[in-house]
């Protein structure tokens, strides 16, 4: 089998599956993507397993849920331990370096006590999220009364920016992601009205162009095998777009907003927190969405623009015949469905990303333009990375499966029967709300290709959609009696899911059998009443010795 | 509040409960231990995490269930990562050295990924389960065609008892665990026939006295604060002990094997495999329980007196004013009871362990002698020595509780509402003989006061005991129609244990609290549409900035 020699696995942040033409948005066109999607298999129920940045990517990066590395929030480190991608490429022969954003927050706690120092390759890998750092660039650098959000956030773009000549102590605030009026005022990205401002930045100089160059200079200086993680910020808020993307769309192409006044009524409690917070009443108004909505679609459409530059570049150095190309994104973004803003709820519009995959190798020729509607998850990349460099997947410690048997049309279905994603509120101001301790503000949702419940601790009653008679999630079943056995059955599955050997990660399925075996022939002889009952070989170390009487010696 | 000064964290191996007087045998008197009991709390109801060596330890040492820490049968090595007791009293300003068995195997592939040298102080801990080592004695030299089961096994001691003249390749073997006949011939104690005779080792110089001596040169040469943890090999097997403890037991002082025919009728598919195994057919046998249970009594009888040494050392030094004891098991041994010999499934004969703490405090005279039925688990232990150590315990990463409130007399009950135990085969052979995959080769155990639940993965029906009015557990009403509730409501507890956030251990309850309100204060703005519309000091850093237009500025 003729693998790829290199994967480009290209992430984009709060990129909603339907903004893009080839999942069917009919205003926005995104024909860079849609040829990708024409060149490879484009997947239509791929599952993240988390709707928020950081714990979404944890996921993805280890290949393994929320429930099993414990990184569930943005800000809650990855412990010391979880192996990522990185780990396991590397040992493929692969390397695996990082162009963007991870949202990774590094255990330093464990570090310390394990004597890793951060400036070591080792260190330096654990605290990164096991890549290695072209450039780190989460892309926020919002400061507060208390200081900035994040230390290191975009610091090299800034630099990047202030050589270009834009003066200020904060450059990606006040030109990457805010507008300018007449009078030289900053009309700052994080309050939406600005939203329908163009940025004041030269186009070239934005968010995505920049860290698309920055990943065609890291594949322009590295031979590979190498694995490049090129992770965008945008359209991830704050939505702010330089011309000409700002003037591109305007609240005539905003598609009708997914939400009913039923589902104000006789709402479930923690559903209801979501839709009450600020974020979910400013979204619930026309004037936000008609704002907001039109410069999402702009970042976009730049972000589908940079796709051919990069596609074309790609071409042209050889790149396209030797690299697998991963296309994806951390989670949607509600934008005023189901009256709420942000991600943080189980609804498609946040849990259902785009997903596509193009595989140079000759053998993925048969699935070319392909639509694929297995159930996919995010920690099915990492084991498709491991296949694609060669190797085979550790899955003693990866959660998700291999895509190739997929793209290479050996199959159409993933093993599985369920999706599951989770989300962990404890540190956000909901779980306040809600008076939740840090136990109970969790929740869990499980899904096939039918039904799907979430599960809210608490002892809360279940949330519940019947995805084929109403796909737009409109009509929450979770108290009919009716379906009390889909209902039991969907919980039967999240309760074997609960109950899956996730920690066993030292010991690889192969060598647990061989164990079975082993510990009679290292002398470990059980349940053996009279030496001649068991079979000489196994006893012959016991047969035959001889030693002196020994019981009655003085005490020495 | 005058906590102890140190801890002497007492483990044997293989002891079952009711084979000491305080726990109600009527021919095995343990004085030593029992006066212990008096001076202290001794608990009815303490239930390992899994029955069988390395995982009940490393759920004893990390305070966390299998299904957290992953290390879920012996030789399953223990993933570099997980903190143990060492780590958190370390920080809490104790030592904690080992003296004897841990069973721990290194997750040396881990160690390696992280650059950890096992020569290193950091190393060597994470290789010993967070412990310095004293002495490493897992007591087991086990040789067969394949070599040695465990390299390292009994080597000091092996060498000590070389020093004192026992002339062996294996002196643990040949004197220590085995008889000898008229002849000069070696009786080895693998085999069970053997159990009846003395073992040809000069009593002071067998396991259980050499490792108390072992522990009162620790103690002697550190000051503290410390923890002990003085870990004995026996009673486990080879089941061998030397004159008079030999010959003080018959036959005749072996207690009624608790079983009954109908246990064989209708058996759980898997129990029936666990019975049907070499050693559950061998104690099924009146001559093997005839040799084996006397020398097992023997041990017991041998170990008390150790107690007896020990504690008058003890009282001698000063130790007795400062020092918790703790004396416990990590497991019981069916000795033919329900058709099974070892330890390893969910009868109290394995699940149920002794436990008794003494606490020197003042606090605590008011409990001394006092017996507690609260529902204790062994990862109790390591929240209970950090709380005596004066620290708070981190319960995000330990899943046990303290049980000084209850030494203390604040309280007489713990607050769950069940115990969790857990049994791995997947690298047993009996795996094979049930044909599971390594997946479905798992149990867990969930019981209360009144109800015992055994759930097998694979698609079986659950076992259940009913603990009030069948406390011998003989008769399993997992089928029974009129029980459908409770296995429903056990069930239910199963569930709501699997979905706990186990792996959530790198911020507290309290960091997850203050977060909630953190971002605000950082900068981060969300949902706000005007600047007008949210409070001056959260946004001050976006208002009022000037900027030059720079949107056409010429490419650079």
Redesign the interface.
């Known amino acids: 089998m003729a693998n790829p020699k290199n994967i480009l696995f290209i992430m984009f942040d709060q990129l909603r599956r339907d903004y893009l033409s080839c999942y069917g948005h009919k205003t926005l066109h995104t024909p860079n993507i849609d040829r990708l999607a024409s060149m490879g298999v484009r997947f239509t129920r791929a599952y993240i397993q988390s709707p928020i940045c950081g714990s979404s990517r944890m996921s993805t990066y280890t290949g393994r849920y929320v429930?099993?590395?414990?990184?569930?929030?943005n800000?809650?480190?990855?412990?010391?331990?979880?192996?990522t991608m990185g780990?396991h490429l590397r040992k493929a022969g692969m390397d695996c370096y990082l162009v963007g954003k991870t949202h990774m927050r590094a255990?330093e706690?464990?570090m310390a006590?394990?004597?890793?120092e951060p400036d070591?390759v080792?260190g330096a890998r654990?605290a990164e999220c096991g890549f290695d750092v072209f450039e780190r660039d989460d892309g926020?650098r919002?400061?507060?009364?208390?200081?900035?959000?994040d230390e290191g956030g975009a610091q090299a773009y800034n630099h990047w920016l202030r050589a270009?000549?834009?003066?200020?102590d904060n450059p990606w605030?006040?030109?990457a992601n805010?507008g300018?009026d007449a009078e030289?005022?900053?009309l700052?990205g994080?309050?939406?009205?600005n939203s329908s401002e163009?940025?004041?930045?030269?186009e070239?100089?934005s968010e995505t162009p920049y860290l698309t160059g920055r990943g065609m200079e890291f594949m322009a200086s590295h031979d590979g095998p190498w694995c490049c993680h090129l992770s965008y910020i945008k359209p991830h808020?704050p939505y702010v777009v330089?011309?000409p993307y700002a003037s591109m769309y305007g609240p005539e192409d905003v598609q009708e907003v997914i939400r009913s006044d039923a589902e104000r009524e006789n709402t479930h409690p923690v559903l209801r927190a979501f839709m009450d917070?600020?974020?979910?009443?400013?979204?619930s108004?026309k004037?936000?969405r008609d704002?907001v909505i039109p410069a999402y679609m702009g970042l976009i459409k730049q972000a589908d623009d940079q796709m051919g530059r990069l596609f074309a570049w790609l071409e042209e150095t050889g790149r396209m015949g030797d690299t697998m190309i991963v296309l994806t994104s951390d989670h949607g973004d509600f934008l005023g469905d189901h009256w709420m803003?942000?991600k943080t709820f189980f609804h498609d519009a946040s849990t259902k990303i785009p997903l596509i995959i193009y595989d140079p190798s000759p053998e993925a020729d048969v699935t070319r333009g392909m639509v694929c509607d297995a159930l996919v998850e995010s920690i099915d990349l990492a084991p498709t990375f491991v296949d694609a460099a060669g190797a085979e997947p550790a899955y003693h410690i990866l959660e998700g499966e291999s895509l190739l048997p997929i793209l290479r049309g050996e199959t159409k279905e993933t093993a599985r029967d369920y999706v599951i994603c989770e989300y962990?509120y404890?540190?956000?101001?909901i779980?306040?709300k809600l008076q939740a301790?840090?136990?109970d503000a969790?929740m869990?949702m499980v899904a096939d290709t039918r039904w799907k419940l979430i599960h809210c601790?608490g002892g809360y009653r279940p949330i519940l959609f019947d995805l084929e008679n109403d796909p737009d999630e409109l009509h929450d079943l979770g108290d009919s009696d009716v379906h009390a056995d889909v209902i039991a059955m969907m919980?039967d599955r999240?309760?074997a899911w609960?109950?899956?050997?996730?920690?066993?990660?030292?010991?690889s399925?192969a060598q647990?059998?061989e164990?079975?075996?082993?510990?009679?022939?290292?002398?470990?002889?059980?349940?053996?009443?009279?030496?001649n009952?068991t079979p000489l070989?196994?006893?012959?170390?016991?047969?035959?010795?001889?030693?002196?009487?020994?019981?009655?010696?003085?005490?020495?």
């Open positions: 429930h099993s590395h414990g990184a569930s929030w800000g809650i480190p990855l412990k010391v331990g979880e192996m780990d255990d706690e464990g006590r394990l004597g890793l070591s080792i654990v926020m919002p400061e507060g009364p208390d200081g900035f959000y270009k000549g834009y003066e200020s605030h006040d030109f805010s300018l030289g005022n900053v700052s994080w309050f939406l009205k163009a940025a004041n930045i030269h070239p100089d808020w330089p011309e917070t600020a974020i979910g009443q400013s979204f108004r004037e936000v704002a803003g942000e962990d404890s540190a956000s101001p779980a306040d301790n840090v136990r969790v869990f601790e919980y999240l309760f609960a109950r899956r050997p996730s920690q066993r990660t030292t010991r399925a647990l059998v164990m079975r075996t082993k510990s009679r022939g290292r002398g470990v002889v059980l349940g053996v009443y009279d030496e009952d070989e196994l006893t012959v170390k016991y047969r035959g010795r001889k030693a002196p009487n020994m019981k009655n010696r003085p005490d020495g």
